[in-house]
């Protein structure tokens, strides 16, 4: 079956630009989180839906961060304004119950210039 | 706050080889944890857990037992192949929220020659 996706895998900004970053989550899955992965660190947590609902955005670095997930299923992360210190890697994860399992994403990988 | 610290790398070891991979947490309350492994080219993909203390996770021949005296979740694996090399991420699900996000360790990149 189909897993995680995300696009595009890979993205090139100039500074100041706004990306938008899409997650296509596991068919019925109630949650989904996006992480941050700067080189050589540890995923960091973005923000986290249940359903449509945005229930924890306390992670988005900046305003410039907002994240949607209008009908409950694919996500989008835009960036608005893009700095160089927003270049990582973006991952999303989906779980089919509330603290269930994540199944990660390949990720997108961002670099501003 | 709640964190995760886990040895650093790269580790190099030769097939066959016993492994070890260092995690440590601070948490208030009872966390799960979870072992990580994102192969390359790859999306993180979970290897085991423990829920709760003195349980053990296994798969793939790699084991951690979670040791809430010593807050600790130390990886092993008695005979590495090189299909393991790949990078290795300790983590928590955050103990004080009901939704489940992780915190995760740096990361540890392991290399095995044949």
């Known amino acids: 079956g189909a897993g995680v996706s995300q696009s595009p895998r890979y993205k090139v900004a100039k500074r100041g630009q706004d990306v938008a970053l899409r997650c296509d989550p596991i068919s019925g899955h109630v949650s989904l989180f996006w992480y941050q992965q700067a080189l050589g660190q540890g995923p960091e947590f973005l923000t986290y839906f249940q359903n449509e609902a945005q229930l924890d955005k306390s992670g988005l670095p900046s305003d410039r961060f907002f994240a949607e997930r209008p009908e409950g299923s694919v996500s989008t992360l835009k960036i608005q304004r893009t700095q160089q210190e927003d270049s990582a890697v973006y991952l999303c994860a989906s779980a089919g119950t509330v603290n269930g399992e994540q199944y990660f994403g390949p990720g997108t990988r961002l670099t501003v210039t | 706050g709640n964190s995760v610290t886990q040895m650093e790398g790269p580790v190099t070891l030769s097939e066959e080889a016993f492994l070890t991979i260092n995690c440590t947490y601070t948490a208030t309350g009872y966390p799960s944890l979870f072992w990580y492994v994102q192969y390359p080219g790859e999306g993180l993909q979970l290897l085991l857990k423990a829920t709760k203390a003195d349980d053990k996770g296994s798969n793939k021949g790699f084991e951690a037992t979670y040791r809430k005296e010593t807050t600790s979740f130390h990886l092993e694996k008695g005979s590495v192949q090189v299909s393991d090399s790949a990078v290795y991420f300790c983590?928590?699900?955050?103990?004080?929220?009901?939704?489940?996000?992780?915190?995760f360790g740096k990361g540890t990149k392991l290399s095995v020659k044949p």
């Open positions: 983590a928590l699900s955050d103990p004080g929220g009901s939704q489940g996000n992780l915190i």
